[in-house]
Each structure stands twice: as C-alpha cells, then as structure tokens.
C-alpha cells in the first residue's frame, strides 16, 4: 500500500459543480459524474456579453447555442449560474499563470489580468458563494490541453477537484458511448471539411456514418475536436425535463463550398416533460460500450539535467512530523536555489515516509513547498528509513524550463486517480 493511488481504497461521493456550455461533451460528462456517485450541485456557465452576438472568437468557451442555456435550469432541476465573457486569451501558451496564483510563475508570461479564464474562476467563487459544499467541477474536455489546463488551474487555486472523464477518451468510441447512452445532441454550428448547412440540427446517431466517412476521408475529428462541429444537448437521461427547439434559423457565415462555416440560431425554445428515468438509465455505460479507459498513453519521460543532490531528509530530532517534513522541503529548496534551478522547474518528487499515517500532513507541506497549478508528478513510498527519520524526499528537476511535458490534474478515466497536490503525469 505505498502507492499515493492506494490511499483512496472506496470513491467518495463529491459534490459537483458543472461547466455547461450545452454541448455534447460537458453533458456526457456530467453523466459519468452521477454514475460514479457524485451529487450535481449546480450548474455554471459563460456567455457573450450583450450585443456581442450569438459566437465569440474564444479559446475557452463554446457560446453558439447560449440563449438555450437557461433552459438548463428546468432541464437538470439545478440552479443555474452565468455571467458573460469580458475577457480575451491574454495567455495563449500551454502554462497558465494567474497575477496573484503563483510566486513561482514564468517572468515572460504575460500578466493574467483580463484573460477570459478569470471570467471562469469568478463565475465559479460565485457559485461557491452560495453553494459551499462544493467541492469538485465536471467539465467535457477530451483533447484540448489549453481549456482542460486552464479549468484545472482555476480549480487548483479555489482548492476544488476537476472532473475530466472524458479526457482522452478514443473519439470514436466516445461517440459511440454517447449515442448508446441516450444523449440527444444536436448540430449547431459545422465548420469542417464535408459538413454542410443542411446538417445543422441533425442528431449524433443520424450524423454518425457522415463523421466515420469524413475521418476516412478528411480525418475529420468525429467528436469535433479540431472545431469541425459544435452541437446543443436537448436531452439525455440525466434530464428531468427535455428541450425542445420551437423555432431556428440557419445562419451562414463563411459560404466555402467545401467548408462552409454555419450555426443555428434558437428564436424560440421550451422544455417539456419526459417519463420517469428508468432505474438502469446508466446500465450501458458500466459496459464495454460505455466507459473505457484508455490504455498505454504515455508522456515522454524526462530526462533531469539536475538532481537536488539526492535524498533531502530532516533531523530526526525535530519537534514534530510538521516540523520535520518542512525542514527536509525547505532543504529541496535551498539546494535548488543554489544550483539556480527554479522550483517551478521541478518535474517528478519522490516522497518516503516511515508511516503512512502521516500522509495528511506531508501533502499540506508539500502544497506549501510546490504551486498549486502544475506541480510536479510525485511518487509517495512508506518504507523504513535510517536514524529513525520520518521523511525523505528525492527531487528530479530541468534546468531549462519543462516546456515539453505535460501535466495532467483532472481526475479521468486516462489516468490514476488525483488525489493529492501533485500531477498525475509529467
């Protein structure tokens, strides 16, 4: 029982705020959140501003569907929080650094004030405000490094857990998960190579063979991963109400005839009662066409090009397991400082403790000693140590900055579980 994974022997039920934006995707999500157990507090999304018009030019956030939006309250039987998109991506790299997050952030990034994921931290500090049970947010990316690091970011510094189940994921298979499992989304906006105005408002399941034939053909993303399509749920089994589109109109931007550039305008929409939901509703997501992990992705492993001078331990003498833990970081960091390596450039920890029952309090030292966005991947061992020392660390770090790897916090199907102040993979 070494492993900091085997801590965590049973899931615990958390309380969820989810990040709607209508789409496929943070739906499906949000269904895999309730079938793991986990309660769906409330709902959170971001529009355009007033008279900015039906799409923004944003890296974050779909918004081409967003006056169907409100009706999510009625559909989900949750209380629903929105504010509009006053920002721009001011930081468009593959780090994130809010102004006030991280001592330790790159000098050459820009400063975060009025990127348009702090919309997002404020929306959700909102919707904490009212809900403070909340302790975890679901959201639907399954590629994108750049929405999926900025939502872990945002909950990294509001101390909540991200829920990513979908990252990852095969798309083909994904979509086939989505079409089993009753997920009734629709096109509205087609913006890749074979799509057409006239498949605005078609279903997942009457656009399937069309997807499986523009990959062959194209390599078109069938879950619209590079932007190919963008879709609105009207329903699927976590629904207690179903949308209905009443009136639409079909609103070309870019007349290519080849990749036209369309979406569907909502004049008008309502919900409507739907039957009870069956006891077995997600029955099919337990099996082999609904969840399934996706196995041997793997990360480049990096090569140190400075090791913190091995093993950092802390005099055995020391008042207390606190005291004592934060005496052998404090060592991490001063060996670093004198190698003039960065702490942010830290990349992998090996953690030993003599008892695992301090686990608790090594993690609240370690969050203290590493940032709370992108820290490093870590390994915690309970094992005997000499001189009846409580703690050891190992620490792997770049000289020049980890440009290359990738950090993964989200908790999802493509990784172990995140349960500590760490990264699941560097």
């Known amino acids: 029982m070494a492993a900091d994974q085997q801590q965590q022997q049973q899931p615990v039920p958390l309380k969820v705020l989810a990040l709607l934006s209508g789409g496929k995707d943070s739906c499906f999500n949000l269904m895999h959140c309730a079938a793991l157990g986990h309660e769906i507090v409330a709902l959170a999304n971001l529009h355009p501003p007033d008279g900015a018009g039906d799409e923004l030019d944003s890296w974050m956030y779909q918004t081409v569907g967003h006056d169907v939006i409100p009706l999510y309250a009625e559909a989900l039987g949750k209380p629903l929080y929105r504010a509009p998109v006053t920002g721009r991506a001011v930081q468009s790299g593959m780090?994130?650094?809010?102004?006030?997050?991280?001592?330790?952030?790159?000098?050459?990034?820009?400063?975060?004030?009025?990127?348009?994921?702090?919309?997002?931290?404020?929306?959700?500090?909102?919707?904490?405000?009212?809900?403070p049970s909340i302790n975890a947010v679901s959201s639907g990316a399954i590629r994108s490094d750049y929405q999926r690091l900025r939502v872990e970011n945002v909950c990294a510094r509001l101390g909540l857990r991200s829920l990513g189940y979908l990252w990852m994921r095969d798309q083909a298979a994904l979509l086939r998960a989505m079409i089993a499992c009753d997920v009734d989304a629709r096109l509205v906006k087609v913006a890749g190579m074979g799509l057409q105005p006239r498949h605005l408002g078609q279903s997942l399941a009457q656009?399937?063979?069309?997807l499986a034939a523009l990959h062959t053909r194209y390599g078109t993303h069938v879950c619209g991963e590079g932007g190919e399509y963008e879709t609105l749920t009207l329903d699927c089994p976590l629904f207690v109400r179903r949308i209905v589109l009443d009136a639409t109109e079909?609103?070309?931007?870019?007349?290519?005839?080849?990749?036209?550039v369309a979406y569907l305008r909502t004049r008008a929409a309502h919900t409507e009662a739907k039957p009870p939901l069956a006891a077995d509703a997600y029955a099919s997501m337990n099996g082999t066409r609904g969840v399934v992990a996706l196995h041997?992705?793997?990360?480049?492993?990096?090569?140190?090009?400075?090791?913190?001078?091995?093993?950092?331990?802390?005099?055995?003498g020391a008042v207390s397991f606190d005291d004592e833990c934060r005496a052998?970081?404090?060592?991490?960091?001063?060996?670093?400082?004198?190698?003039?390596?960065p702490i942010a450039h830290v990349v992998f920890v090996l953690l030993a403790l003599s008892d695992m029952k301090h686990f608790t309090e090594a993690n609240a030292c370690f969050r203290q000693t590493f940032a709370a966005t992108n820290p490093p991947a870590r390994a915690c061992l309970g094992l005997p140590l000499p001189d009846g020392?409580?703690?050891?660390?190992?620490?792997?770090?770049?000289?020049?900055?980890?440009?290359?790897?990738?950090?993964?916090?989200?908790?999802?199907?493509?990784?172990?579980?995140n349960i500590g102040p760490y990264s699941q993979a560097v």
Do not use: C, K
């Open 95 to 131: 780090t994130y650094h809010a102004a006030d997050a991280d001592a330790d952030a790159d000098a050459d990034a820009p400063p975060a004030l009025g990127d348009e994921v702090e919309d997002l931290y404020r929306l959700i500090q909102t919707a904490l405000a009212q809900h």
């Open 250 to 260: 079909t609103v070309v931007t870019d007349a290519d005839p080849m990749a036209p």
């Open 296 to 316: 041997h992705i793997t990360a480049p492993t990096p090569t140190p090009s400075a090791n913190a001078g091995g093993d950092m331990s802390a005099d055995a």
């Open 207 to 210: 656009m399937a063979p069309t």
């Open 389 to 417: 020392r409580r703690v050891a660390v190992s620490v792997y770090a770049t000289r020049t900055t980890p440009q290359d790897f990738l950090h993964v916090q989200s908790t999802s199907f493509w990784a172990p579980a």
């Open 328 to 341: 052998a970081l404090n060592e991490v960091a001063a060996r670093l400082q004198t190698a003039r390596v």
